[in-house]
């Protein structure tokens, strides 16, 4: 009988998904980043639970109060990239022994600080002791029914774009980790990208209430990977002809002589948005977003072959199916949605 | 700085709530057993986590499926005390390494199980590996504004009532933690009562729906402590004059030289509620319940007295506040409510 270090997480799904009874007429298909509840004809409580463990999502050089606002970020980005504001956490805690006064203090600061930073606020939850530190959320909000964007919708012909700029994230993943030597300035943006990420609530938010994207997903699997599912949930391919990378991330590249799009493209730990815009609404869509202070960058075009190609500098690759791995889980990717 | 544990969870959920902002005008108060925020002036989205950990919340002899649905039933409960109908579940998963295959579909078993006795459909999740088993469910559904009950609302002259019996949760959790030798007829009656708890949601919702219920609280941390807590949260004492228990715990009792009040009242893991009724509101309450199968019985009297008095064959005992302890932390009382 296989054991689970050997399963990987994808197939630990894959049973459970196959032990559980479908709820019939679900608002949003099961494998979305979010779940729904019809409330009437016109709106949907959502809510999406992540849970972020100690050992395997918790980098070192990540404080308790880091840890805790990041177990919110991850499920408000998710919120986010479905175009739904969210409004309420709750938030079960494991926490091990040896934990100070002063750490749970910087949890509850954390946890605080996550939650207020979107205008959501935590509303109850429970705690219990646990071997590693497990900081389990659930978020809810209400969206309009026709503004949720799902994974499920990208046509052929639409803009691929992305939020911000990539590469970050997994640079400054790989300094800490590896305890690599950079110039302060350097290491300072691009560890606050692991250590204080951000949710794109506010053009999330923006996208869907135009209705301009047609899907959409956050990166935080690693923008590849990212690219896999809204691929596989909307049955296209997508030829990607650009990829925004922080400036930061190319002379670390440089120093380390390390490939700036591999650290972007499977790299982890980034909330940007990837989204598909309809090309009438893109103009607009870009302009919107910048008014936000944040890029909106055209990366490509969904295509009907089911491939997603990477066009650069006349150059054409595949991109791999590759994501986000854990710290500690070489085999497997993080949080994946059942 | 003194560790966590010697805090105990209550001073840890002290300091947390120290460090949270508190939603302006929350339709239910923090420190309920569910949360909600407003859908409009009639519903509520009303949402409750509660995590399930291996090495506290799974006692020797309970299965993977059982453990699983356990999970589900205990958030169950919660939502069934306060009379909202649970509609759909999330579950976040940290997978121990050593886990099979097998053990894998028996939790994805358990899971669907738990939310389909009870009408409710699992509708996603994530999984992730952790060093205990951990089962973090949140459940969430639509309730009347009007039909919540509360821990606040026990009024002096309500009666103070439960379903079912009580002492058998308890009684079979000493026999499998102990491996304590009794005839197989009781043993399994009793053991029966852990390993697959329910959740008394019909009754709970019908006591909502007939407006009958003035607070309900589950005594899933055993009756005592439930009691403490609806009397702090309503401000008002109880008499309790009588405590129905199962004959198979008094038989059970007297083979062990144990005192089945004790079992009853300081013993967790029983998923019965402990409601106060409107005095005008009990005969038809009691027959209500009573037409769905189970007994709903008078234990006695809201009164003034901020005390909780327990009077028996005319004798007259305080009882005490003390709840049930964790399977392995002697100190602390299992998962309490943010």
Chains 1, 2 share one sequence.
């Not at 949720?148 to 046509?155: K, L, N, Q």
């Not at 994207?213 to 923008?223: E, P, R, V, Y």
């Amino acid at each position: 009988m296989r054991r689970i270090e050997d399963l990987g997480e994808r197939r630990i799904i894959e049973i459970i998904l196959n032990c559980i009874d479908l709820m019939p007429n679900m608002p949003i298909p099961f494998g979305d980043d979010a779940s729904a509840i019809e409330i009437n004809h016109e709106k949907l409580a959502v809510i999406k639970s992540d849970m972020l463990v100690g050992k395997t999502d918790v980098p070192p050089g990540m404080n308790f109060r880091q840890a805790a606002r990041k177990a919110l970020v991850m499920n408000i980005s998710d919120m986010a990239a479905k175009g739904v504001k969210p409004i309420a956490a709750l938030v079960s805690l494991g926490v091990p022994r040896g934990l100070t006064e002063e750490d749970i203090k910087q949890i509850g600061q954390g946890l605080n600080e996550g939650a207020r930073e979107y205008n959501a606020y935590i509303l109850g939850g429970d705690t219990n002791e646990a071997s590693d530190l497990i900081i389990s959320c659930s978020i809810l909000g209400i969206g309009g029914k026709n503004k949720f964007v799902r994974r499920e919708g990208a046509r052929l012909g639409d803009i691929v774009a992305v939020t911000g700029v990539f590469g970050k994230a997994p640079s400054g993943l790989k300094i800490l980790m590896e305890n690599l030597s950079v110039s302060a300035e350097i290491k300072d943006v691009l560890t606050e990208a692991v250590l204080m990420p951000r949710a794109r609530l506010r053009e999330g938010l923006t996208l869907a209430e135009m209705g301009a994207a047609t899907s959409s997903i956050d990166s935080s699997d690693g923008l590849a990977w990212s690219l896999y599912e809204l691929s596989k949930a909307s049955n296209v391919g997508f030829l990607v002809e650009e990829i925004p990378i922080d400036p930061e991330v190319i002379r670390f590249a440089e120093e380390y002589n390390l490939d700036p799009i591999e650290l972007s493209l499977y790299g982890g730990e980034e909330y940007e948005l990837l989204v598909t815009v309809k090309p009438e609404s893109w103009e607009k869509a870009k302009e919107s977003i910048e008014e936000l202070g944040t890029p909106l960058t055209r990366i490509g075009l969904v295509t009907e072959e089911k491939e997603i190609i990477l066009k650069t500098k006349g150059r054409i690759t595949h991109i791999e199916k590759r994501g986000w791995e854990h710290f500690k889980m070489a085999k497997q990717t993080s949080e994946i949605n059942l």
